[in-house]
């Protein structure tokens, strides 16, 4: 799907390069397989004097574009703030769980109406997530009983199935650039909204 949006952005008028990274959304700050964002570079302004190929011009074509013609995802167009403090996301950010153990599909409704819901209220600007409920899911029935015999603590069942899975804090240094920090990626496992 990214690749999908990918080209449709890459083939705009008044776009230059596209440079797509998947596995992280910026919008909810959440690691997951199933979400990308894509940085667009615009041609230099001399280039986009037409009223069409200014910036806004260009990502409100692009933004009915993908909603006509990427099915199945969420795919929008975000400028980000000149403010270089503000993030993405100013506003707030609420988790929607469901206790009664229902299924991803009870969620996604759920989570559907809440949103209607929220839309609705002048003071919400917009609300919107990234949880789908046709992303996959496993899981893992663990032998607690199993893992102690064999001495392993169970916790470092958990830790490795995460870490395998999702993602886990690595180091803060590597071999030859000095201090870093590498972070692999991992999953949420609630409704970000």
Known sequence: MAKRVEAIIGQAPGVEYVTTVTGFSLVSGAFASNTAFLFVSLKPWDDRKAKELHAFAIMAGLNQQLAKEVKGAFAVNLRPSSDHRARLGIGFTMMLQDRSGGTPEFLARTRSKFLAAARKRPEIGAAR?????TVPQIF???DRDKVTKLGIPVTDVNTTLGALLGGAYVNDFNRSAGPTRSI????????RM
């Open 129 to 133: 997530t990234v949880y789908r409920a």
């Open 140 to 142: 893992a029935d663990i």
């Open 184 to 191: 692999c990626r991992r999953s949420p496992s609630i409704a």
